[in-house]
T-cell receptor
Framework: EPEVTQTPSHQVTQMGQEVILRCVPISNHLYFYWYRQILGQKVEFLVSFYNNEISEKSEIFDDQFSVERPDGSNFTLKIRSTKLEDSAMYFC????????????FGPGTRLTVT | LAKTTQPISMDSYEGQEVNITCSHNNIATNDYITWYQQFPSQGPRFIIQGYKTKVTNEVASLFIPADRKSSTLSLPRVSLSDTAVYYCLVGDPSSGSARQLTFGSGTQLTVLP
């Protein structure tokens, strides 16, 4: 069964540093997403990405964040100048078409900011 | 955005049928009900989606009454591996907007031996 993969599984960084979280969506999927989940809290939508541009974003997704699809397979989330409150699980998801019948989520990257 | 309400937690025993109900009183005409499962330190996994009446797949059944103000996820004969958080999401999948498909607090299902 095809799956979304994410690397690294765990990233530890110091406050103020930049991190890049990587995702490889399912190969024929066209729509990509990032979510985050702070420990013990809800899964929160960050951003949607289609056709090499952001299609929608949440209030959380401010100038500190950016997304990119640098090649035909990877989808990245960059967090600049990390803060302690950025510590969370970050999930990538993808769907084949724009209708959200079923999102496929990756296993997540645990980001710890110290 | 349709708000959903689910029980915070439920306990069950292996082999039993589990029914988790979700309330969504302000569901809109074009909204569907979608359920996801999440294990600790993993991403959510799609279980089932429906619009009205009953939907069944190899994993679960989804019951939606005529007024669509609530829905019930039914897991037949649960096992220990079904211990997870179950989320009910309500939104219009044809809109393509992931932002409106919000994850609530979910229901922590614990299956006991």
């Amino acid at each position: 069964e095809p799956e979304v993969t994410q690397t690294p599984s765990h990233q530890v960084t110091q406050m103020g540093q930049e991190v890049i979280l990587r995702c490889v969506p399912i190969s024929n999927h066209l729509y990509f997403y990032w979510y985050r989940q702070i420990l013990g809290q809800k899964v929160e939508f960050l951003v949607s990405f289609y056709n090499n541009e952001i299609s929608e974003k949440s209030e959380i997704f401010d100038d500190q964040f950016s997304v990119e699809r640098p090649d035909g397979s990877n989808f990245t989330l960059k967090i600049r100048s990390t803060k302690l409150e950025d510590s969370a699980m970050y999930f990538c998801a993808s769907v084949l078409r724009g209708t959200l019948i079923e999102q496929y989520f990756g296993p997540g990257t645990r980001l710890t900011v110290t | 955005l349709a708000k959903t309400t689910q029980p915070i937690s439920m306990d069950s025993y292996e082999g039993q049928e589990v029914n988790i109900t979700c309330s969504h009183n302000n569901i809109a005409t074009n909204d569907y009900i979608t359920w996801y499962q999440q294990f600790p330190s993993q991403g959510p996994r799609f279980i089932i989606q429906g619009y009205k009446t009953k939907v069944t797949n190899e994993v679960a059944s989804l019951f939606i009454p005529a007024d669509r103000k609530s829905s019930t996820l039914s897991l037949p004969r649960v096992s220990l591996s079904d211990t997870a958080v179950y989320y009910c999401l309500v939104g219009d999948p044809s809109s393509g907007s992931a932002r409106q498909l919000t994850f609530g607090s979910g229901t922590q299902l614990t299956v006991l031996p």
